[in-house]
């Protein structure tokens, strides 16, 4: 292949044959502006990449999140897979919160209806909910998370312990 000679590694297999992709996507980011106030419709902000004993792994794993825009954007064709961890706090917990999955910013159908990470009401206050799924996306397309458009009340998040993480499965 054109890049042996190169010396740049692309993937490791050690002897007992575990695959590694030292440059395979990645990004883990979480939230650092405190409570963050989710009405209908909103974006979820993930603004500040999470750390690892002090590195900045998700950097080192050519992330394509971007902490200003709160959007990954999809470096090459395939499946992903993405994880949400929100912490409610104490506002409005008896309305219906829905966390759903949006690429180019339209909220994702999947057989005529909405797809979700989770859908919770009636939860106590300080409770956190994760999600996880796996979607294929087409290199460019991006991908973000919000509250489901359409619901009332607003809910509230404590961000330094929500996170938004994904991969590229392959």
């Known amino acids: 292949t054109p890049n ?3 010396g740049v590694e692309r993937m490791r297999i050690s002897p007992e044959g575990y695959v590694t992709k030292p440059y395979q996507t990645a990004f883990c980011a979480r939230g650092d502006q405190g409570i963050f106030n989710m009405p209908s419709g909103q ?3 993930f603004n500040y990449y999470s750390t690892m004993n002090g590195t900045g792994w998700p950097n080192s794993r050519n992330s394509a ?3 200003s825009t709160y959007k990954y ?3 090459v064709s395939g499946v992903y897979s993405f994880t949400v961890n929100l912490y409610f706090r104490d ?3 008896t309305n219906l919160f829905s966390l759903v999955p949006r690429i180019n910013g339209s909220e994702v159908n999947q057989g005529g ?3 979700f990470f989770f859908s919770v009401k009636n939860i106590s206050p300080d409770t ?3 999600g996880t799924l796996q979607i294929y996306l087409t290199a460019g397309q991006q991908f973000d998370v919000a509250r489901r458009s359409g619901q009332t009340g607003t809910h509230s998040s404590y961000m330094p312990h929500s996170s938004f ?3 590229l499965i392959g």
């Open 165 to 167: 993480s994904g991969f």
């Open 91 to 93: 506002d409005n917990l």
């Open 43 to 45: 974006q979820i902000q």
């Open 113 to 115: 209806d909405i797809m």
């Open 65 to 67: 999140y971007n902490t």
């Open 73 to 75: 954007t999809a470096p």
């Open 4 to 6: 042996v000679s190169s």
């Open 128 to 130: 956190t909910v994760s």
